[in-house]
């Protein structure tokens, strides 16, 4: 099993990930939306 810092940098890595896509699906509506 990996170190729990490995562990929390992984999590905190895909965290990140899900928030930009979410930031950049969130922009993208609204550009089509107005």
Known sequence: ???PM???SHLL???AT???S???LLSWETK???
């Open 32 to 34: 089509t939306t107005s």
């Open 1 to 3: 099993a990996p170190p």
């Open 18 to 20: 899900a928030y930009s």
């Open 13 to 15: 890595h895909l965290w």
């Open 6 to 8: 490995d562990a929390g």
């Open 22 to 24: 979410l930031r950049f």
